[in-house]
């Protein structure tokens, strides 16, 4: 996408960050087990850029760099090896974590929601461990994801109790009280958001309900809305091939492979994550250029313009 078609459309300043975004740093974290590779996979948008494992052997082994490239910003995903696995290796993962992954601008720590007991022990030596290497911004930057959320019944069932529709809520409150038992500042604990991930299955949904109606979308959003603007305006740069507008989204595009699946946009989608106003003009103009070339992006800045100075008045 020729990013000038923004060219007076947005501050210069925005445009000038725009155009010199070109790096992320993500890094992710939690104990050994927890999906985290398939987790990258889906949110990068790179086939295999983290190898995933199916058995109790822990797929990282080593602080592990992952690169991936796209509209001139390469995104880092520092991938931490399972904590909690057994070696007694913990905090030398951590100094070798903070040695090589001093900056970032986004925190994935994730954990299961299939554990049929929270907070287990090794969440909160990990958070400890982690709070002492950082401090509490660690944690200001930081999106608590639940995995495996697919493999939780979704709504109400007799004959079986223990729904995801019960479970997480469950989960989102005990997370800060845990957060807080292991250290992190109360007011910072509170802030960290929750939000539960599945897998990409190839049925044609990514849906989580009632929970949330699209995972990857919350996700995605989610993260950007942790980041500085810097690292914000560079991941929206970064997916500018994935957006699509909501209502262009089909069944067809959500069964493609992870690397493939599109993130949604909407106006309201950017309101609702607290991003900038100014962002539905970026994010418009994606969509519009996806969907219509130049002249398709000149009209997704116009509409995205219009949507967010609707938003910036409310």
């Known amino acids: 996408m020729d990013w000038e078609i923004l060219k007076g459309k947005i501050p210069t300043d ?17 104990v050994t087990g927890v999906g985290k590779s398939s987790l ?7 086939k295999d850029l983290a190898q995933e494992g199916n058995g109790p052997t822990p797929m990282t082994a080593v602080v592990t760099r992952y ?47 299939q554990n049929t007991r929270f907070p287990v022990a090794g969440d909160k030596k990990s958070v400890k461990l982690f709070t002492n290497a950082y401090g509490n911004e660690f944690w200001t930057r930081a999106v608590y994801v ?6 939780i019944p979704p709504g109400k069932d007799k004959k079986n109790p223990i729904t995801l ?13 845990m957060l807080i038992e292991s250290g992190v500042d109360e007011a910072i604990a509170k802030s960290v958001p929750v939000v539960p991930a599945g897998y990409i299955d190839g049925e044609g949904s990514r849906s989580l309900s009632p929970i ?33 507008r909501d209502e262009d989204i089909t069944s067809s595009d959500l069964s ?17 994550y607290g991003l900038p106003p100014l962002f539905t003009t ?24 219009v949507i967010g100075g609707a938003y910036s008045e409310q």
């Open 40 to 46: 990258i996979n889906a949110l990068v948008g790179v």
């Open 14 to 30: 925005m445009l000038t960050k725009l155009l010199k975004a070109d790096e992320i740093n993500i890094l992710i974290s939690g």
């Open 165 to 177: 529709e019960t479970k997480f809520p469950i989960y989102k409150q005990a997370i800060p009280k």
């Open 256 to 272: 493609k492979p992870a690397d493939q699946q599109p993130i949604g946009f909407s106006g309201t989608k950017v309101l609702k």
């Open 67 to 113: 690169e991936a490239l796209a509209n001139g910003v390469r995104i880092y995903v520092w991938d931490s090896p399972g904590l909690q696995d057994g070696t007694d290796q913990d905090d030398a993962y951590i100094a070798d974590m903070k040695a090589k992954c001093s900056s970032y601008d986004l925190v994935l720590y994730c954990s299961s929601i």
């Open 282 to 305: 970026i994010l418009g103009g994606i969509a519009g250029f996806v969907l219509g070339g130049p002249v398709g992006a000149v009209a997704g800045v116009a509409a995205g313009a």
């Open 146 to 151: 639940l995995t495996y959320a697919n493999n």
């Open 212 to 244: 949330c109606e699209d995972w990857l979308d919350h996700l995605w959003y989610t993260s950007v809305s942790r980041m500085r603007f810097g690292g914000q305006i560079a991941m929206i740069k970064y997916t500018a091939d994935r957006i699509k």
